[in-house]
C-alpha cells in the first residue's frame, strides 16, 4: 500500500517556465515532508522540507506547498533551468526519531531548452 | 570530504554468494539506514540503526543482516544472493530530532547473475 504517491511519472516543462511537481499522501500521521532530486548513478540530494505544523516555505527558486486537509503537497520551481532535469522523490517522516522515510515513486522533470 | 561514502558503486556477482557492502558516514549523525530501490524505482527503508541498535527491520529477509561496529559505520551483508536481490542500495544518515533532510550516498549498484 503506497503512502505517498507520486502520479506523475515525468513532467515536462519550457526552460524559464514553471515546475509543478505534484506528491499526495495517505497517512495522517506523517508530521514531515521532504523533497529530494536525484541524478542519474547518484544518490538523492535533499532539496527542500516542510513542516507539517505549516503550509508552506520557500528557499531560493524552490517553493514547496502544503495542504494537510486534501493530504497533499506540491513542489514549485521558477524560473526551471536546465539542470532542474532530474527526478524528483517525495519522502514523508513519522515521528522524529529514528524512523526511515517513506519515499513516492519519483517524477522525471525535463526541462526544454 | 565525502559526507556519506559507501562502497562497492558496482558489484556483480553470483546466485548463491555472499557479500558485503560498506558505509561510512562522517557527519556524526546517530542514525544510518539501508534503502533498497528496486526495478520500479521504489526507495524503500531496509534498516536503520540508532547507536548501535536496530531500530527497523521493515520485513527484510534474514539473509539480510547489517552491521554496526560504531556510530560512523553501517555495513550490510547479504547471504545467499538471489536474482531478485539486483537493485541498488542507498546508505543514508540522519540525526535524530533534527528537521533537515537525510543525508544519502552515493548507491551500490548490486547485480546477482
Known amino acids: 500500500d503506497q503512502q505517498v504517491k507520486q502520479n506523475s511519472p515525468s513532467l515536462s516543462v519550457q526552460e524559464g517556465r514553471i515546475s509543478i511537481l505534484n506528491c499526495d499522501y495517505t497517512n495522517s500521521m506523517f508530521d514531515y515532508f521532504l523533497w529530494y532530486k536525484k541524478y542519474p548513478a547518484e544518490g538523492p540530494t535533499f532539496l527542500i522540507s516542510i513542516s507539517s505544523i505549516k503550509d508552506k516555505n520557500e528557499d531560493g527558486r524552490f517553493t514547496v506547498f502544503l495542504n494537510k486537509s486534501a493530504k497533499h503537497l506540491s513542489l514549485h520551481i521558477v524560473p526551471s533551468q536546465p539542470g532542474d532535469s532530474a527526478v524528483y522523490f517525495c519522502?514523508?517522516?513519522?515521528?522524529?526519531?529514528?524512523?526511515?522515510?517513506?519515499f513516492g515513486k519519483g517524477t522525471h522533470l525535463i526541462i526544454q531548452p | 570530504d565525502t559526507a556519506v561514502s559507501q562502497t562497492p558503486k558496482y558489484l556483480v556477482t553470483q546466485m548463491g554468494n555472499d557479500k558485503s557492502i560498506k558505509c561510512e558516514q562522517n557527519?556524526?549523525?546517530?542514525?544510518m539506514y539501508w534503502y533498497k530501490q528496486d526495478s520500479k524505482k521504489f526507495l524503500k527503508i531496509m534498516f536503520s540503526y540508532n547507536n548501535k541498535e536496530l531500530i527497523i527491520n521493515e520485513t527484510v529477509p534474514n539473509r539480510f543482516s547489517p552491521k554496526s561496529p560504531d556510530k560512523a559505520h553501517l555495513n550490510l551483508h547479504i547471504n545467499s544472493l538471489e536474482l531478485g536481490d539486483s537493485a541498488v542500495y542507498f546508505c543514508?544518515?540522519?540525526?535524530?530530532?533534527?528537521?533537515?533532510?537525510?543525508?544519502f550516498g552515493s548507491g551500490t549498484r548490486l547485480t546477482v547473475v
Open positions: 519522502a514523508a517522516r513519522q515521528g522524529g526519531g529514528a524512523d526511515g522515510l517513506t
Open positions: 543514508a544518515s540522519s540525526q535524530t530530532g533534527a528537521n533537515y533532510g537525510y543525508t
Open positions: 557527519l556524526g549523525h546517530d542514525t
